[in-house]
């Protein structure tokens, strides 16, 4: 696969585009913010990358504006809260500190789930579930996915320990999946039996579940830590994300990627590109590490790779997996939310913890008021 082309400036040209000295671009540097790179034509001297230098520049511009910072926060901007969960950093997400391409190789979604939450001894999903029945089989296509979630989450919880509970939950995601209480299961294997999925599809299966398990501040997380910052249960917090995911712009893209691989002639063209990556999504190319994809999906693969310099997104590699598997049509998303909701119980006990309630302000725009009167300082 080709590395994508980057646009390069000298140390001059880029402290001069910062305002600042040589010193501080070499700090920058050293703190990951800029990517810096041999010369071709002299390997003493180094150049930097303009996006990054680009994006600081745009970072200064919006510290120097407070209300411009706060406008744009909640859009790709500043960072709005801490977490100690997980990190997207150079082109890498990390687990709490641990690479998560590399927990992918051989960890289950139990055991990333015991990473993220914290506090759970290791028992913790060896205990007997408790799924209210009958499920009546298995879940086909999203919103039944999502229904039936919704519902088996909303039935009255017995009291029990985080641990217990946190078990609880992520299996009654994926008992809502596959309509059949997983047991002490590895969850994985619970799905690829539930679709008479092949061995080697249940190993995919379980890479997907760890490469899905978070993603940071997404969409559907942030919908979770608003909940459960007031107090909500968990089970609620995770109705929130789920809910959440399944918009046709967050996880609901899975649906929009399957129908543009089905027929790309008629189907709207989705983004392939994750704003975090530019040079391309690892866990796209991590998920798709020997599996047999059908062979136009191999050319798509290609095709997008080729003209975008790096990988696509996690949800294009999700339905290639399903598609190479005979997987049942929907399981994209199914692997998508079961393996986030390990992470929204992370960030829901995370958020529980800070006892803080997240309520941003609004600013009050009049309807007859012109849009660029109204974006004024």
């Known amino acids: 696969m080709e590395t994508i082309s980057l646009d390069l400036a000298s140390a001059d040209e880029a402290s001069s585009r910062l305002g600042i000295s040589r010193a501080s671009l070499y700090a920058y540097v050293s703190r990951g913010l800029i990517r810096s790179f041999s010369s071709p034509h002299d390997p003493r001297q180094r150049l930097y990358a303009v996006d990054d230098v680009e994006t600081l520049v745009a970072r200064k511009a919006r510290f120097r504006r407070p209300a411009v910072a706060a406008a744009t926060a909640l859009d790709w901007g500043l960072p709005v809260l801490e977490t100690g969960i997980a990190q997207i950093q150079d082109g890498r997400l990390f687990y709490r500190g641990q690479d998560a391409i590399a927990l992918a190789r051989t960890a289950t979604l139990e055991d990333v789930a015991k990473l993220l939450v914290g506090a759970m001894h290791e028992d913790a999903f060896l205990d007997p579930s408790r799924i209210p029945g009958p499920l009546t089989g298995p879940a086909f296509g999203l919103h039944d996915f999502v229904t039936r979630a919704v519902r088996v989450l909303s039935e009255p919880a017995p009291k029990e320990t985080r641990a217990a509970e946190v078990a609880a939950i992520l299996r009654l995601t994926a008992a809502a999946a596959s309509g059949a209480d997983p047991g002490t299961m590895p969850l994985h294997r619970h799905l690829a039996g539930a679709w008479k999925a092949s061995p080697q599809a249940a190993d995919v299966i379980r890479r997907a579940l760890v490469l899905c398990a978070d993603h940071e501040l997404s969409s559907s997380t942030f919908a979770v830590r608003v909940t459960a910052s007031t107090g909500a249960s968990l089970r609620n917090a995770v109705i929130a994300g789920l809910v959440t995911l399944a918009g046709p712009y967050h996880g609901g893209m899975t649906e929009r990627v399957r129908a543009f691989l089905e027929d790309p002639a008629r189907a709207p063209r989705p983004g392939f590109r994750h704003r975090l990556y530019p040079e391309g999504d690892p866990r796209a190319q991590a998920l798709l590490e020997n599996v047999p ?82 974006s004024s300082p």
């Open 293 to 374: 994809l059908l062979a136009s999906d191999a050319t798509t693969w290609k095709t997008l790779a080729d003209a975008s310099g790096g990988s696509p997104g996690i949800d294009v590699a999700l339905v290639m997996m399903e598609r190479a598997y005979g997987l049942p049509t929907g399981a994209a998303f199914t692997i998508f939310a079961v393996g986030r909701t390990a992470g929204w119980l992370a960030h829901a006990v995370e958020q529980r913890s800070q006892a803080a309630l997240i309520r941003p302000r609004a600013r009050y725009v009049a309807a007859d008021q012109p849009a660029s009167q109204a």
